[in-house]
């Protein structure tokens, strides 16, 4: 079908006909990877969890139930659980037993601590368009912040570009686990993320260098601009469908296939082309920074201009204003609990946002932190949504409140299929807590991460420290010098 | 209307709300069987009775009765504390941190030539205004008081200027002395000359100056007529100074100068604060902590920890509690607490950080930060525990009136809630809704 502002710009060829026409298995040219991942789970014997309340991810809870890992996957989960002899017997009881929490929007590793100026990775802020950058180049596998989120349960994430862009950059997703490449953390298989941006900041940026965009109304011509360049790449640059010309007696079954095409399928590579094509083709997710709750639908609306899809919403403190419409579009709204009033486009945050998002059916609601502190305490923002909903008459249950943190950013990042629950097959990605998580004295006293103790809050040796803190003796008490003080 | 919508929402406090609308008017109120922290040496009281009489607290313990006309507000034994210490911040000071307009807490006089100003005489409490948004946002959640704090910017100095604590109660003056801000440390090296050891240069060229061994009319003199007697009464101990610094050498060296020139003082950040707690303690410095702050962010706290506020208290320093520049979300004070608490720091120390120790601190002991007869009656009832993030407030009594709970938030949050009617959600609700 031809869109009417596409037709006019002669653009024929798009989303849907591209995708119906591409085969799922292959990485595109888009999306081949030269830089992947080496990430292996550490070696570990079965693990069984015994007599905990679980929340599942699914929405489910059980109590006095059993997690059984093995092979670096959940095998089983329910009560009174067979295991194998050698299982590591993990008694639970009276703690919580939750899939490992996934933040969507990390800065960790490209804002790493401390936050130097050699350090300041986030932003290519040399151009308002950048897709063709990857935060995965910037990040710095030994940011303290990485075991720090850790010791909060945080098992994936997704390392972002900033926004001061309108087009940031490629995202990627790791696994929370100590290394000293970021190969070494990426999570196998994991779609890349696309970074955009809305409102304040890009026009902020640009617009106080007097170069575009020094408006919103700049902002979206940048964006429809770039996505024009990348639908023509992608018609020049997608394989014909096949057998485009009868074969004749005469030829040779080779020159007959393919050879046509490659004067189209050729040519030179484009970095920024090749990630908004990908995107275009739904093999990179985009995940948007957009404040207000108008921008959030013009943007809805740039995606059907140009046939992709928006994975989720980041910061949305207005998402609440449009939450039937982001459920009805399949949408995630990523967001905070409480921030607000910091600038004029977070001026309508209220407490409820998340709860509010989440009440539709097929929402998906998701806390993120865009924070250091914040990923480290993930479960507590829930809490606070779960209180401030109470209060305005939403009861939500726990079951149903980890989705936030587990189930919804795993769909967001498309390893929903992978992580982000306890159901037999997925990853033995998997926290255990002292209590009920959604308080302020919860902590994650074991996390595991493909079925291995990757963090275990008694035990120093499963521990993990960066290089930058070894031997910083501001990380013990001052001595005391001299004999008399 | 609204609280009845309120109330029809949660019909647990229904009861309650409807007692507090009838006592709105009046300073008179029982609050009965509440599990009173008074952040007092009376500690935490089970099952007790509040009395308050023309806004203030006139008596606290068991089977108190009401005198005739005094209405009973039934607490069921749930916590009731002072209301809380926001933490230094800018509330009234600005509207919304990203608009110059509406920001207010920094003077920079030589911002133009980018030439160092020392003007200890600003007060920023001038510029507060009691019609922000932000002060019913807070305040909904249990935070009765804050202390506006001065900021640096260059064309100023590392003497931020003064700031005193604002009851949020939408009265427009200030309670209790000025306070003066310094900034010490990374924060401060943009004002001064690029190293942190021309930061004693410059304060010890004014304490010259205050003493008048520097005199006015010398080319090194740097402060005007008032800005030397405004330096004088904080440099002869006749007020508090808050000291914003980080790092343990610089907190080492304040601690000689402070000690030298017998000043009060206390330190805002205090991210390494804990590996000279022994020392902070003899020499009685308050610190107000961000618990949160556990990742070595700069090299001003390598050794930043979340036992901070904890291995402070057990040294006997007196924490309170302060997130930098949280104005909007100052509610947060209260998970900054809650996770002390949880990094070891005692429950009631906790509670103390958030009202005993900064109103000792600041000067207002006598007004707020405990529930003790002749205190104001600035109280909050808590749905549980007022330390954890997943307890609200239910209630807040400012001079014993009954607030109204809420604000723009709330005003947002129920355009949005309640079904669609046909109409835009511009419209107000249809009476009765």
Not at chain 1, 205 to 224: F, L
Not at chain 2, 160 to 169: H, P, S, T, V
Not at chain 2, 245 to 266: E, G, N, P, Y
Request: glycine share 12%; hydrophobic share 40%.
């Amino acid at each position: 079908m031809l869109r009417p502002l596409l037709a006019g710009f002669g653009l024929a060829l798009l989303a849907g006909a591209v995708q119906a026409a591409t085969p799922a298995p292959a990485p595109s040219r888009y999306t081949q990877d030269p830089y992947p991942s080496t990430y292996k789970p550490l070696a570990g014997g079965p693990v069984l969890l015994q007599h905990a309340t679980v929340l599942t991810g699914t929405g489910q809870r059980l109590d006095n139930a059993d997690v059984l890992l093995r092979d670096g996957k959940v095998v089983a989960v329910g009560t009174a659980l067979d295991a194998p002899a050698d299982a590591t017997r993990v008694d639970a009881t009276g703690k919580w037993v939750t899939p490992g929490i996934i933040d969507v929007h990390s800065h960790l590793g490209v804002y790493p601590s401390p936050g130097v100026g050699a350090h300041s990775d986030g932003n290519e802020m040399t151009s308002p368009v950048t897709p063709n950058v990857w935060a995965e180049h910037s990040i710095w596998p030994q940011d303290p912040g990485f075991e720090a989120a850790l010791a909060g349960g945080i098992t994936s994430l997704q390392i972002l570009p900033g926004s001061a862009n309108l087009i940031g950059g490629r995202g990627v997703t790791l696994k929370n686990v100590p290394s000293t490449t970021y190969q070494g953390m990426k999570f196998p298989g994991a779609p890349w993320g696309l970074k955009m941006a809305c409102g304040e900041n890009p026009k902020r940026v640009y617009g106080s260098r007097n170069t575009s965009p020094g408006t919103r109304m700049g902002n979206v011509a940048g964006y429809r601009a770039a996505f024009i360049d990348a639908s023509e790449y992608l018609r020049k640059t997608t394989p014909k469908p096949a057998a485009p010309k009868k074969s004749r007696w005469w030829q040779s079954s080779t020159a007959a296939n393919g050879a046509d095409s490659e004067k189209d399928t050729g040519g030179k590579r484009d970095l920024k082309l090749d990630t908004l094509a990908g995107a275009i083709k739904g093999d990179i997710l985009v995940h948007i920074h957009c404040y207000r709750a108008d921008e959030m639908t013009t943007m809805l609306d740039l995606a059907k201009e140009f046939g992709f899809k928006v994975a989720a919403f980041h910061h949305g403190v207005e998402a609440y204003k449009i939450a039937d419409r982001l459920a009805a579009e399949n949408v995630c709204g990523a967001l905070w609990a409480d921030w607000w009033g910091f600038k004029m486009e977070a001026f309508d945050g209220i407490q409820e946002n998340i709860a509010i998002v989440d009440r539709p059916a097929k929402s998906c609601a998701i806390v993120h932190s865009d924070s250091e502190e914040g990923i480290q305490r993930l479960n507590q923002e829930a809490a606070k949504v779960i209180a401030h909903a109470r209060l305005a008459g939403m009861d939500i249950a726990p079951e149903r409140a980890i989705r936030w943190l587990t189930q919804n950013p795993a769909k967001a990042l498309g390893i929903g299929d992978r992580t982000g629950t306890l159901e037999p097959g997925k990853m033995g990605d998997v926290v255990v807590w002292n209590g009920n998580p959604f308080s302020v004295y919860a902590k994650a006293e074991q996390v595991y991460i493909d079925g291995a103790r990757i963090y275990d809050r008694a035990d120093p040796s499963r521990q993990p420290k960066s290089d930058f803190m070894l031997g910083q003796p501001a990380t013990r008490s001052a001595p005391q010098i001299g004999g008399v003080r | 209307m609204s609280r009845v919508s309120v109330s029809r929402r949660a019909p647990l406090f229904a009861a309650m709300l409807l007692g507090a609308s009838f006592a709105a008017s009046a300073q008179n109120v029982l609050i009965r069987d509440a599990k009173v922290h008074t952040a007092t040496a009376q500690g935490t009281l089970e099952r007790a009775d509040v009395l308050v009489g023309n806004g203030l607290v006139r008596a606290v313990g068991k089977g108190l009765s009401a005198p005739a006309g005094v209405k009973v507000i039934e607490a069921e034994g749930r916590p009731l504390t002072p209301t809380l210490f926001g933490g230094i911040t800018e509330i009234g000071l600005e509207e919304v941190s990203g608009e110059k307009s509406t920001v207010d807490q920094t003077v920079a006089l030589g911002a133009d030539t980018k030439e160092m100003t020392v003007r200890p005489e600003f007060d920023v409490t001038l510029a507060y205004n009691p019609d922000s948004v932000l002060i019913p946002v807070a305040r909904i959640e249990g935070i009765g008081w804050t202390l506006l704090g001065a900021g640096t910017a260059t064309g100023g100095s590392i003497v931020a200027g003064q700031g005193g604590i604002e009851r949020l109660d939408g009265g427009p003056d200030p309670i209790g002395p000025r306070v003066l801000f310094v900034r010490l440390g990374k924060d401060g090296l943009g004002l001064s000359g690029s190293s942190r050891a021309a930061q004693w240069m410059i304060l010890d060229q004014l304490i010259d100056e205050s003493r008048g061994r520097i005199t006015p009319d010398n080319h090194a003199a740097l402060l005007t007529p008032a800005g030397r007697a405004a330096l004088q009464k904080y440099f002869g101990g006749g007020g508090r100074i808050v000291f914003g610094v980080d790092r343990a050498a610089d907190i080492r060296q304040l601690l000689r100068w402070s000690t030298k020139h017998q000043l009060r003082i206390a330190i805002a950040g205090g991210g390494e604060a804990w590996r000279l707690a022994p020392q902070l303690a003899a020499a009685k410095v308050p610190v107000f902590v961000n618990p949160l702050s556990n990742l070595p962010s700069d090299f001003d706290q390598v050794g930043a920890s979340m036992e901070n506020a904890a291995r402070l208290q057990a040294a006997g320093v007196a924490v309170g509690f302060s997130e930098g520049g949280a104005s909007h979300n100052a509610r947060k004070v209260r998970q900054l607490a809650g996770n002390a608490v949880a990094a070891g720091l005692p429950w009631d120390a906790g509670l103390a950080g958030l009202t005993r120790v900064p109103a000792e601190a600041f000067g207002v002991a006598g007004e707020v930060g405990s529930i003790a007869p002749g205190k104001r009656a600035d109280l909050v009832l808590w749905s549980a525990d007022p330390l954890d993030v997943s307890s609200v407030a239910l209630q807040v009594w400012m001079d014993g009136r009954a607030i109204e709970m809420r604000s723009r938030q709330t005003e947002l949050r129920d355009r949005y809630m309640r079904p669609d009617n046909g109409l835009p959600r511009a419209y107000s609700a249809p009476s009765g809704n």
